[in-house]
Structure formats: C-alpha cells, structure tokens
C-alpha cells in the first residue's frame, strides 16, 4: 500500500507537522489547516478584531491562538469567546471541505504527493459530509499517542494553558458546571488560565474516541511509538502499509 494522500489527525503536539514537514522536504505538498485558517479563512477577522496587521508564517501561527483567545477576567467575555469560536469552526470547516481541488491544484503544480496536515480540533467538526469528503479524497492516519506522551501533553496543558477551541455542545455545559463550582455570576469572573487547566482534560478524554473513530472508518492508526525512528517518506510508507495490513 502507498498513499499519495494522506490526513494527519491527533491530538496538538503528537506529530502531524514534524511528519508533515519531513514529508514536505521529500517532495509532498504540505496543506497546514492551522496556516491557512489563520491567513485565508479569518485573515481580515483576525486584523479587525485584534487591530493589528496579520502577520502569520508557516512557522508562527501564535496571532491565531491570541485571536481564540481565554475566558475570564482580564480576556474574553463569554459572548466574545463563543463569537470567535463560531468563527474559528466555521474556518476550520472550510479549511478541509475543499480537500479535493487543493489536491488537484497540487497536482497541477507537480506535486503527486500531498501531506493534509489538520489541527488538534479535526475531530470536533459536527459534519458528517467533510469527513466523507477527507476520506474519500485521502487516507487518515491517526497518530495515536502513547501514554507517556498523553501524559507529557496533559503536563504541558496545565504548565502552558494556551486558547483552545471546544466542542460547542460541550462547551456550555463546561462553563456552567465551573461556574457553578467557583460560585461566580458569570464566566467572565473566571481566572482564564485555571480554567483553561479545568478544562484541558475534559477535551482532551472526549477527543481521543473521536480520533479513532475516524481512523477506523476512514484509515488507519499509527502509534507514535511506530514513527520515533521513520526519517523518510518511505520509512512512513511502510508503517502506513504495515497499519493498513493489521487493521484487515
């Protein structure tokens, strides 16, 4: 088995644009959801909302995570962080629901490889169609995370609270109940970073079923313990191809 399309999918911090990246150095066409929701889908949304120029690279994508932004005192009111949330999923959606003709485009440009590289909230898009259209235009590869790096990365989210997006069926629910278990009026008295910590691992236990959801129907799963040691395209072929057997 070798895939000419493949999507990333895993949890922020798994994998999928240091594999994508390497990918890249090969030949592939790297799409980076997080690049180009930032610069395409919410360019003029960021800058009128953040009053200030956009100014994202491949390489710095931080004025997306400031426009997402936290909830609490001295940031977001509940209003403003739903609003850019809305926004921020809207964006996404249509970072992947045209899958096909950014393949054709890469196609046209030479490339016979393209690399999806989707965000940590791939799995959170309440679509049944785009994911028919990803995996029906590519292969899904889960990168699945091992415990010691589930556990690294619940460590990190606690240590480095960053803005995250949320899952809007969960979301309300989440607010109320923290509201409710500090005794404030509103969210907007919440301290941002402890809620963020609060929330962190709630996301994170109800995304992982959804990764794998997807990559039984979808694809196949790659432990990440499986790509520690693949430094080439083809070392990754054959883990993909190795996956692909095992899940028959």
Same mark, same amino acid.
């Given at each position: 088995?070798?895939?000419?399309?493949?999507?990333?999918?895993?949890?922020?911090?798994?994998?999928?644009?240091?594999?994508?990246?390497?990918?890249? $150095?090969?030949?592939?066409?790297?799409?980076?959801?997080?690049?180009? &929701?930032?610069?395409?889908?919410?360019?003029?949304?960021?800058?009128?909302?953040?009053?200030?120029?956009?100014?994202?690279?491949?390489?710095?994508?931080?004025?997306?995570?400031?426009?997402?932004?936290?909830?609490?005192?001295? $940031?977001?009111?509940?209003?403003?962080?739903?609003?850019?949330?809305?926004?921020?999923?809207?964006?996404?959606?249509?970072?992947?629901?045209?899958?096909?003709?950014?393949?054709?485009?890469?196609?046209?440009?030479?490339?016979?490889?393209?690399?999806?590289?989707?965000?940590?909230?791939?799995?959170?898009?309440?679509?049944?169609?785009?994911?028919?259209?990803?995996?029906?235009?590519?292969?899904?590869?889960?990168?699945?995370?091992?415990?010691?790096?589930?556990?690294?990365?619940?460590?990190?989210?606690?240590?480095?609270?960053?803005?995250?997006?949320?899952?809007?069926?969960?979301?309300?629910?989440?607010?109320?109940?923290?509201?409710?278990?500090?005794?404030?009026?509103?969210?907007?008295?919440?301290?941002?970073?402890?809620?963020?910590?609060? &929330?962190?691992?709630?996301?994170?236990?109800?995304?992982?079923?959804?990764?794998?959801?997807?990559?039984?129907?979808?694809?196949?799963? &790659?432990?990440?313990?499986?790509?520690?040691?693949?430094?080439?395209?083809?070392?990754?072929?054959?883990?993909?191809?190795?996956?692909?057997?095992?899940?028959?």
């Amino acid at each position: 088995m070798r895939a000419k399309i493949i999507t990333l999918i895993g949890m922020s911090g798994v994998g999928k644009t240091h594999t994508s990246l390497m990918l890249a $150095k090969a030949g592939w066409f790297h799409y980076s959801c997080d690049y180009e &929701i930032g610069t395409d889908y919410l360019r003029d949304e960021v800058e009128k909302t953040l009053g200030e120029p956009n100014t994202m690279t491949p390489a710095d994508i931080s004025q997306l995570s400031r426009y997402v932004g936290k909830l609490g005192v001295g $940031k977001l009111s509940f209003e403003e962080f739903k609003r850019r949330q809305a926004q921020y999923y809207n964006a996404e959606c249509a970072s992947v629901s045209g899958l096909k003709a950014i393949i054709k485009d890469a196609n046209a440009n030479g490339f016979d490889y393209v690399v999806n590289d989707t965000t940590g909230s791939f799995c959170e898009l309440d679509d049944e169609a785009i994911y028919d259209h990803v995996g029906e235009n590519s292969l899904v590869v889960y990168i699945k995370a091992n415990a010691q790096e589930e556990d690294a990365i619940l460590e990190r989210a606690q240590s480095y609270p960053k803005p995250m997006f949320f899952p809007p069926s969960k979301l309300e629910a989440w607010v109320e109940d923290h509201r409710m278990q500090l005794g404030v009026s509103t969210p907007s008295e919440f301290d941002a970073d402890n809620f963020a910590r609060w &929330i962190f691992p709630k996301l994170f236990k109800t995304r992982l079923p959804k990764y794998q959801a997807l990559a039984d129907k979808y694809g196949v799963t &790659i432990e990440s313990d499986a790509l520690r040691d693949v430094v080439s395209a083809e070392a990754l072929q054959s883990v993909i191809a190795s996956a692909a057997k095992q899940s028959i």
